[in-house]
């Protein structure tokens, strides 16, 4: 490393926020489902023996993004979910903010026309101390291209 050069550490995975239309909502704990991937169509060139060529195919999110927080008394993720279970969707935007120790914005992660598909309770036991969880899954159109 030169002299005067700054060490660059990876960025810390528990400091984050969701934005929900534009707005911090909760404290989560944990985020998973940040994935996309190309699929890969297979293309046999008659005469060409040596390989199989490898074309870029379309886009897909293989899994929907999950969210789970400890339950508190602020319901507005549940009353979502319970319009989506009356049929009235209403997708927004959801934002996933990755932070530095300072706080300061470092990635973020936009899910367009998300809605909430699944809602899972905490599992409650009398004989542990444990925050009680609950999960919620998202489908989305994706993130748009930048």
Same mark, same amino acid.
């Given at each position: 490393?030169?002299?005067?050069?700054?060490? +660059?550490?990876?960025?810390?995975?528990?400091?984050f926020?969701?934005?929900?239309?534009?707005?911090?909502?909760?404290?989560?704990? &944990?985020v998973?489902?940040?994935?996309? &991937?190309?699929?890969?169509?297979?293309y046999q060139?008659?005469?060409?023996?040596?390989?199989?060529?490898?074309l870029?195919?379309?886009?897909?999110?293989?899994?929907?993004l999950?969210?789970?927080?400890?339950?508190?008394?602020?319901d507005?993720?549940?009353?979502?979910f319970?319009?989506?279970? +009356?049929?009235?969707?209403?997708?927004q935007?959801?934002?996933?903010?990755?932070?530095?120790?300072?706080?300061a &914005?470092?990635?973020?992660?936009?899910?367009?026309g998300?809605?909430?598909?699944?809602?899972?309770?905490p599992?409650? +036991?009398?004989?542990?101390? &444990?925050?009680?969880?609950?999960t919620?899954?998202?489908? !989305? !159109?994706?993130l748009?291209?930048?």
């Open positions: 490393m030169e002299l005067g050069q700054r060490r +660059r550490d990876p960025y810390l995975a528990f400091n926020l969701v934005e929900i239309g534009g707005l911090v909502v909760g404290g989560f704990t &944990e998973s489902g940040l994935q996309l &991937e190309v699929n890969v169509q297979e060139e008659g005469g060409v023996n040596e390989y199989t060529h490898q870029a195919g379309p886009v897909r999110y293989p899994s929907r999950i969210l789970r927080r400890g339950l508190t008394d602020a507005v993720l549940w009353v979502w319970r319009q989506v279970v +009356r049929g009235e969707i209403e997708r935007n959801l934002s996933i903010v990755l932070l530095d120790s300072t706080g &914005e470092k990635r973020r992660w936009l899910f367009t998300a809605y909430p598909v699944r809602w899972v309770g599992e409650l +036991r009398a004989g542990t101390a &444990e925050v009680a969880v609950e919620l899954e998202f489908a !989305h !159109h994706g748009p291209r930048t």
